[in-house]
């Protein structure tokens, strides 16, 4: 079961009647829309997942979809919470240089820059849909839990303003799975391609890095 509430975030005051719909990383179905009723609450009696909740139409959350979720809103027609790339959730501008070997991945019709390894080189390049482009590319079949690793990722670079070590994964995603499922030789299992902090990094959109891997 999946619960989301949805209010104001001055004023705490329930939003009633407004459209809610989850949808799901793995295999991109939708559940919903679903109205809140008098108390803001819209429930959904579906398994857990990695997705996003959109209300009124707009991306208000992403991350893991179980239990409560709360969605709080300054104004029921403000700015989008996109997980598309932008200026604030990740790095901008571009990581080019002299000579550097580069490839083009379509995603979606477009074709997005990435280096010889697969890294964005404009980072606000990133999207959903180039996660599942670059994954293809290197033969990685996507499952909720490498969404759950994904979302992470980036949210703690928005968080902190540098990217998570792999201690720093293992750190959350054994509270989030239990010891063995959340433990580094799993982590490395589902990103064989360099491991969560270089395979993950690069489908996160975020850069190299020269530490753990």
């Known amino acids: 079961m999946v619960t989301v509430k949805v209010s104001m975030k001055v004023t705490k005051e329930p939003l009633k009647r407004v459209p809610v719909l989850l949808q799901f990383d793995a295999d991109q179905t939708t559940q919903g829309p679903v109205l809140t009723d008098r108390t803001g609450v819209a429930e959904f009696p579906v398994r857990p997942g990695s997705g996003k909740v959109l ?14 979720i709360a969605v709080e809103l300054w104004s029921i027609v403000d700015a989008p919470d996109s997980s598309e790339g932008a200026a ?21 019709g477009k074709p997005v820059l990435v280096d010889s390894e697969g890294y964005l080189v404009r980072p606000s390049d990133w999207s959903d849909a180039f996660v599942r482009a670059e994954a293809a590319e290197e033969g990685l079949e996507l ?31 054994r509270e989030v799975w239990g010891p063995e499922r959340g433990g ?15 395979q993950g990094n690069r489908l996160a959109g975020l850069l190299r890095t020269k530490g753990e891997h």
């Open 88 to 108: 604030g959730a990740t790095l901008g501008g571009s990581v080019e240089y002299p000579s550097m070997q580069t490839r083009t991945v379509d995603v979606n």
């Open 184 to 198: 580094n030789r799993y982590l490395h299992r589902m990103f064989p391609n360099g491991g969560p902090q270089k």
């Open 55 to 68: 209300v009124n139409g707009v991306e208000r959350y992403h991350g893991h979809l179980e239990g409560d």
């Open 143 to 173: 499952t909720d839990e490498h969404w759950e690793v994904i979302r992470f990722l980036r949210g703690y670079q928005a968080e902190h303003g540098v990217q998570a070590s792999v201690r720093d994964m293992v750190r959350h995603f």
